[in-house]
């Protein structure tokens, strides 16, 4: 028997959508179509985050409370107007990526089980050259989103002394992420770069509530700053995207002024559309201007101390230090 389906007008397209009444946040008892119908209503938002990017798709087609499908590559089987764009991981092999063009081909993923959308910092046009500079604050368990926070304001104050302007969202969870629009004039390993000494800038300024150690170890009760999403194939949850979660929170884009007294509970599936409504996309300007990061990347040269390490899957990096945790590096000596 085929499924039971329905089908959405989203622009020019029909957007097919099978089993709209399967429970995908059981908590909140929302179904698979409130799903759908979220991302068409936020479209405009949405495709900006994602626009002409290659992006990841973190499915869960039976529901959140189900193991999560990370897709990389483009699904095998999808309709003639969707585009790919081909990207290159770590390890040096390719693939077709989704590149998102329209706001149906967001619905499309959406209906394919996806709960949140992870673009590449970099766009169809020039895979190689990021033209979004990542800050990711995560607070350590024990740490809610207060520190995030803090740590946001006080990364808002030292981006403005490099002359850079970040746009805020909440993560969906307890942290904060910052996007600053850049240049694509420098590849993945010079934008990591200004990431680090970005970080390294921040945690100088109040090294007890934030940290740039990749070593859990050695975190303590702070926020970390994982300037490991700004390197190639690392992407964060791109805004307005819902997260894999019972309640169905969503990564918010908020004005700094908003940030002051926000509560990361307040946005989900069924209060941000009504917001989006009222307010529109928050960030609307983040492409009015791309700033250059030499002055970051002139920090990190005077710095002195180098790289830091790389996530796990990669290939042992130039300039990179030992890849292993402290307390197991003194263990072998």
Do not use: C
């Not at 990564?251 to 917001?275: G, H, M, N, Y």
């Amino acid at each position: 028997m085929a499924s039971p389906y329905i089908e959405l007008e989203v622009g020019d397209r029909t957007v097919k959508v099978t089993n709209p009444d399967k429970i995908y946040f059981p908590e909140i008892g929302a179904t698979k179509r409130e799903l759908v119908e979220y991302y068409v209503s936020v479209g405009e938002g949405a495709l900006r985050a994602l626009k002409d990017r290659p992006t990841n798709l973190k499915r869960h087609p039976d529901g959140v409370q189900t193991e999560a499908i990370y897709q990389k590559r483009m699904p095998p089987k999808h309709p003639d107007w969707l585009e790919s764009v081909t990207v290159t991981f770590p390890s040096g092999r390719t693939a077709e990526s989704l590149r998102v063009t329209e706001v149906a081909a967001i619905a499309y993923g959406a209906n394919l089980g996806t709960i949140d959308f992870h673009p590449w910092q970099v766009r169809a046009a020039d895979v190689e050259h990021p033209d979004e500079l990542r800050i990711d604050l995560d607070p350590q368990p024990g740490l809610e989103f207060d520190a995030a926070r803090r740590a946001a304001f006080l990364t808002r104050d030292v981006l403005a002394e490099f002359g850079l302007t970040g746009f805020v969202k909440t993560s969906g969870n307890r942290g904060a992420h910052i996007a600053v629009r850049i240049e694509p004039r420098w590849d993945f390993i010079q934008v990591r770069h200004a990431g680090i000494a970005l970080a390294r800038a921040v945690e100088e300024r109040d090294p007890g509530l934030v940290t740039t150690a990749w070593w859990k170890e050695e975190r303590g009760d702070r926020v970390f700053i994982d300037f490991n999403q700004n390197a190639r194939d690392r992407t964060v949850a791109s805004a307005y995207s819902i997260r894999a979660k019972p309640h169905a929170p969503v990564s918010a884009p908020l004005t700094w002024d908003e940030l002051a007294d926000a509560d990361p509970r307040d946005f989900d599936i069924r209060t941000v559309p009504a917001r989006f409504a009222k307010v529109g996309d928050v960030h609307a300007a983040i492409d009015d201007q791309a700033y250059s990061i030499q002055p970051l990347l002139d920090l990190y040269a005077e710095d002195g101390r180098g790289d830091m390490p790389y996530p796990p899957n990669y290939p042992k990096m130039p300039g990179e230090p030992k890849r292993v945790q402290p307390s197991k590096a003194r263990s072998d000596t």
